[in-house]
């Protein structure tokens, strides 16, 4: 092997499409993979998200690539290796409240870094149905607070000042598991197509605000009704208030709740999620513990969940209150009266084309077309 050229990172980042040629690293070596995008299996798109950075995060995705006969390829391209002097990142700024966020998937498209929200490039959303946890949309408003699984307690109020403790041992063993196939959506998935006809505030998501995971943990509805609550109608308006761990600089933590009915009926499946496609629920997806509400908003899916309680109101948060709120078109910033609007619960019929992209030149001929359809509200999807 011939002595190779040397390059930094920040080299190797400048190499990211085929007119600046296509190089990709893995562990230290360097590879120009140009000739090979054309010609890859899974197609020049996915091959172009890994460009000028590394491949491993993408590979442990893809199993397809853990075979000798991949790495025998890769070694063809091989160009230079990575200067001894590349190091760890340097360590985060301890002032900036972001600081403790965890890693993320470089595939991801970011919308905004601090709080971090991000989604999953449109061809790798339809590659699989069940959304890889790294490829999980995420929509965080505050920082992601640092739980220790040891020490974590979940505070249940029932009504007449009756109240639980879990730990999340006592939350696996007291409930009976169970799972549910759901998907989350924001209420501003592909707000940047809403803006192209009219202007409308908030992050400019594109059509990756939705993901779908297998998720389990104790349903809402068991621990509920060991807290006290009856399952009858008297209590038929009423509310069940989620609070996250994550709080803003005065101390307020994210908040939503959801109707009484829906948390205590069987059907809704609403659960108390600790694991997200048969692993631990990762940070930004709301470790330890989080709430699923299959065919809800997003928004009432608290993460990070420190106490469940059943009021007659709904919650007094923010969120709940002032924003993530349904209104008619005629409605705008100036005549807008939040208190007014009816918080957002189910989500209307959603579908999608991931690929091909708009604007993307495609080859004569026949040509396969992917995308997702999503009923909305927790039904199944009858036909598309
Ligand atoms: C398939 C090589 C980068 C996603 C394959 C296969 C090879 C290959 C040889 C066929 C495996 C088999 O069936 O035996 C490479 C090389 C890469 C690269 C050399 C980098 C230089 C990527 C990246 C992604 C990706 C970055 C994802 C973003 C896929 C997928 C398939 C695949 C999804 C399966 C296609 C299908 O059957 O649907 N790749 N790959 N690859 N690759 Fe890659
Ligand atoms: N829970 C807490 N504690 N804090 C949050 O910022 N964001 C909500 C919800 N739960 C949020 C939260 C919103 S608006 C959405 S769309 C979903 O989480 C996103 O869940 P995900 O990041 O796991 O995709």
């Given at each position: 092997?011939?002595?190779?050229?040397?390059?930094t990172?920040?080299?190797?980042?400048?190499?990211?499409?085929?007119a600046?040629?296509?190089?990709?690293?893995?562990?230290?070596?360097?590879?120009?993979?140009?000739?090979?995008v054309?010609?890859?299996?899974?197609?020049?798109d996915?091959?172009?998200?890994?460009?000028?950075?590394?491949l491993?995060?993408?590979?442990?995705?893809y199993?397809?690539?853990?075979?000798?006969?991949?790495?025998?390829?890769?070694?063809?391209?091989?160009?230079?290796?990575?200067?001894?002097?590349?190091a760890a990142?340097?360590?985060?700024d301890?002032?900036?409240p972001?600081?403790?966020?965890?890693?993320?998937?470089?595939?991801?498209?970011?919308?905004?870094?601090?709080?971090f929200?991000?989604e999953?490039?449109?061809?790798?959303l339809?590659?699989?149905f069940?959304?890889?946890?790294e490829?999980?949309f995420?929509?965080?408003?505050?920082?992601?607070?640092?739980?220790?699984?040891?020490?974590?307690?979940?505070?249940?109020?029932?009504?007449?000042?009756?109240?639980?403790?879990?730990?999340?041992?006592?939350?696996?063993?007291r409930?009976?598991?169970?799972?549910?196939?759901?998907?989350?959506?924001?209420?501003?998935?592909?707000r940047?197509e809403m803006?192209?006809?009219?202007?409308?505030?908030?992050?400019?998501?594109?059509?990756?605000?939705?993901?779908?995971?297998?998720?389990?943990?104790?349903?809402?509805?068991?621990?509920?009704?060991?807290?006290?609550?009856?399952?009858?109608?008297e209590?038929?308006e009423?509310?069940?208030c989620?609070?996250g761990?994550?709080?803003?600089?005065?101390?307020?933590?994210?908040?939503?709740?959801?109707?009484?009915?829906r948390?205590?009926?069987a059907?809704?499946?609403?659960?108390?999620?600790?694991?997200?496609?048969?692993?631990?629920?990762?940070?930004d997806?709301?470790?330890?513990?989080?709430?699923?509400v299959?065919?809800v908003?997003?928004?009432?899916?608290?993460?990070?969940?420190?106490?469940?309680a059943?009021?007659?109101?709904?919650?007094?948060?923010?969120?709940?209150?002032?924003?993530y709120?349904g209104f008619?078109?005629?409605?705008?910033?100036?005549?807008?009266?939040?208190?007014?609007a009816?918080?957002?619960?189910e989500?209307?019929?959603?579908?999608?084309?991931?690929?091909?992209?708009?604007?993307?030149?495609v080859?004569?001929?026949?040509?396969?077309?992917?995308?997702?359809?999503?009923?909305?509200?927790?039904?199944?999807?009858?036909?598309v």
């Amino acid at each position: 092997t011939p002595p190779f050229p040397r390059y930094t990172r920040a080299e190797v980042a400048q190499h990211r499409t085929p007119a600046d040629r296509v190089w990709v690293t893995y562990g230290t070596d360097v590879f120009d993979v140009t000739e090979f995008v054309e010609l890859h299996p899974g197609g020049p798109d996915k091959i172009l998200l890994a460009a000028g950075g590394a491949l491993e995060p993408f590979w442990a995705l893809y199993a397809v690539h853990s075979e000798p006969h991949v790495l025998e390829l890769l070694r063809e391209y091989k160009v230079g290796e990575l200067s001894p002097e590349e190091a760890a990142p340097p360590p985060g700024d301890s002032a900036d409240p972001f600081a403790g966020d965890p890693p993320r998937h470089p595939a991801l498209r970011v919308n905004s870094a601090k709080p971090f929200n991000a989604e999953p490039p449109p061809e790798l959303l339809t590659q699989s149905f069940l959304t890889p946890n790294e490829l999980f949309f995420t929509r965080n408003h505050l920082p992601v607070p640092a739980v220790d699984a040891a020490s974590y307690r979940l505070r249940v109020e029932g009504p007449g000042g009756r109240a639980l403790s879990l730990s999340l041992a006592e939350l696996r063993r007291r409930f009976p598991k169970h799972e549910v196939t759901a998907t989350l959506q924001c209420a501003g998935n592909r707000r940047s197509e809403m803006s192209r006809v009219r202007p409308v505030k908030g992050l400019a998501w594109d059509i990756g605000a939705i993901s779908t995971a297998r998720w389990g943990g104790a349903r809402l509805r068991d621990v509920l009704l060991a807290a006290g609550v009856r399952d009858s109608t008297e209590n038929g308006e009423w509310h069940v208030c989620f609070e996250g761990l994550d709080a803003d600089a005065s101390g307020t933590p994210y908040g939503a709740s959801i109707p009484l009915k829906r948390a205590l009926s069987a059907d809704a499946e609403v659960l108390l999620a600790y694991e997200m496609n048969g692993r631990e629920l990762p940070r930004d997806h709301g470790f330890p513990v989080r709430v699923v509400v299959p065919g809800v908003v997003g928004a009432r899916s608290v993460k990070w969940l420190r106490s469940v309680a059943v009021s007659p109101e709904e919650s007094p948060s923010h969120w709940q209150q002032n924003d993530y709120k349904g209104f008619c078109p005629s409605v705008d910033w100036d005549s807008v009266d939040f208190g007014a609007a009816p918080a957002i619960q189910e989500l209307p019929v959603q579908s999608a084309i991931t690929e091909p992209r708009p604007g993307a030149a495609v080859p004569a001929g026949e040509l396969t077309v992917k995308g997702y359809a999503w009923s909305g509200g927790g039904r199944e999807v009858v036909r598309v």
